[in-house]
DNA sequence: TATGAATGAGTCTTCATTCAT
DNA sequence: CATGAATGAAGACTCATTCAT
């Protein structure tokens, strides 16, 4: 019994992840979550160590799938801007967010809706934030390989455009967009982006 | 309760609001809102009748206030889809979110951010959901005046772009800014906006 | 309503000096306290805001007793050191500790033998250490009365001394002790004590 | 249940002694006694029955020290009463308390000060009612060898002072005392009650 | 109107002990 | 012998709401 039981920590998990959909993390209980997983109360304490840390446990897949594709983007080795006016940059990203979608909805619906009062309460300002950062280096850096490019944006407009991306995921749970209609609509905001952008940076 | 005492309910509300902005609607205690008002515990229930009447009496102004622009431009005698051409159409907006922002920004925090567990928890949803409505219409109605006027824009669309109008009155919030830098932003924002739908609607 | 309501406090005072008094401060619940009082719980809570509050609300009037009966002896405006030898100094002295055991042995079985865990824990190390200190300058004080007194005392011998004078209160109480018998054994105490200190300070 | 390994048993009671120690009997938890000697929880049960034998292990030491140091003074082949009054006497009786001391004052502090809702806290009690029982047979043998000796002193005083031989102790370890201090201390305790004594028993 | 005492279910978390492995 | 997962009652404390005054 070295590692704790496989099958009941899925249980735990799943468990919670359906109260905090449904509560939200303050009002759901963890006495709800243990009974409901068939668990001693106690137990559940030997599998996380508090609320907060099942909750975010629970949110552990999600969290990583943001900075995961952030990253991929606009990370260190992020692409060249001039690259968002391919063809493929539009399949690309397309497949990234339905990527981040797929099996992460309800993760996604917790973490953006129902967080108050848990450590991730905050998730989107402290993202966009490292975010901004990051897309502001990968401005500076395209500027040295395209002169002509106008880099002169403002901060605020970066971030308002990284928690755009978040609104988009969001509007997409919410509605509960799938299939066809998810990517029209993933597209169609890419296309909108993309010309805004080319429009703003002067490239292209 | 016959003439509830003006000043008391004046209290009662400045102190929930702090309350509530701070601590959030959940944590908010209602022992606290009374005795920092200066009011007995009991007492707070003549004027409000619970802690959600409360809080959305609190709000209200700022609920309203949200209601009332966006029937000033796309209600049912809303402005002529053309007249987002012309330039002062740029000012008056701007001027119209510069007045929602106006001595609400405390209001448009919580309602925005603190809301969890209360009625208006999903404030956003419930708005963009009538608002995506109206501008269905009016994109109709403009339709009739403007037969080359492309409205085949996926409903999703509009509703996404009703809610970054949330998302621009949250960052501006979070972030704090104020006096130019905040008009800069949205005029930064409208223009970003009329851009991106002269070249969807197929205007101007 | 304004003043909690005396019985209920008393009630409380009474069941919580019971509890105490049988299971020690750590065993003791609250809730067992509250039901056996007649409340609900949360109202405990209206009249003490915590359990160690609570105990030390019910362990005032003995923690103040005994502050006053030392400053009686040694304060600044304490007896002269040569009314020891003094026939009603024995009298008064053990009217002093009838006093103090009148009435509170219960509460001083609490808080010698029953307060592990709770802030007064500590009360007899945190007595005797002010104690010490005013023993010393009362010591100072006579001797520039009395300058042939010899009050080359080790800090600790009065200390120890300060302690047993806690000990003879937790003997009595631990031997149920009444009546003439506990006079008899206050006497024989002070008689010893008497006679040591004058041995050791060469008085008398 | 065959041979327990020694060393894990030292484990165990090295690190239960630490935890009873800081936190006290009530407060020291089982597991973390367990995970601090690198045992697991149910291993424990293997070793000791409960967590009160497990204290009582623990201060098994000192208990039967404290007995024997007794025994050697007042036991049924103890010394005679004149010895007191000879300066061997006084040596000896320093160099059995230092005995005592000698590395077992952690875990006198445990049985004096940490041992609430053990069923050791009332150690001292029954400690001084056996070893008050002693004392007055050894005075019974002293008075058929030496008539003239005066044994109408009451229980209570013979018990009180045994009791204060553990505040002697219980002071040492409080104030943390060594070496010299200690000796020192010790010798002022002990002519203090040889003197007391040899004149309540008219003696010497 | 206004008070604040009273309620009691509810919160998260801890812990000695057991037992299947 | 050893493990540590499992138990479940118990811990202190909170809080929206009610109600007698």
Redesign the interface.
């Known amino acids: 019994m070295q590692i704790l039981k496989q099958d009941i920590n899925r249980r735990i998990l799943d468990v919670a992840r359906q109260e905090f959909s449904h509560r939200?993390f303050?009002?759901a209980s963890m006495r709800d979550i243990a009974a409901k997983a068939g668990v001693g109360v106690g137990n559940l304490y030997n599998y996380y160590p508090g609320k907060d840390e099942l909750f975010c446990a629970v949110l552990a897949p999600v969290v990583s799938a943001c900075y995961a594709m952030f990253d991929k983007h606009h990370g260190e080795y992020g692409q060249d801007a001039l690259s968002m006016t391919q063809e493929n940059y539009l399949l690309s990203a397309v497949a990234d967010y339905m990527t981040i979608l797929k099996g992460n909805r309800t993760l996604l619906k917790i973490l953006l809706?129902?967080a108050?009062?848990s450590s991730l309460e905050n998730f989107k300002?402290v993202f966009t934030d490292r975010a901004t950062v990051q897309v502001k280096t990968w401005f500076a850096n395209n500027k040295l390989r395209h002169p002509d490019m106008n880099i002169a944006v403002?901060d605020?407009?970066i971030?308002?455009h990284t928690?755009?991306m978040f609104?988009?995921l969001?509007?997409i749970i919410?509605?509960r967009?799938t299939g066809d209609?998810m990517v029209?609509?993933i597209e169609?905001?890419i296309k909108?982006e993309i010309?805004?952008w080319k429009?703003?940076l002067n490239i292209g």
Chains 1, 2, 3, 4 share one sequence.
């Open positions: 939200g303050s009002k809706f129902k108050q009062g300002i403002s605020f407009m971030h308002l928690v755009w609104t988009l969001e509007e919410m509605h967009l209609d029209r609509v169609e905001y909108f010309n805004g429009y703003l």
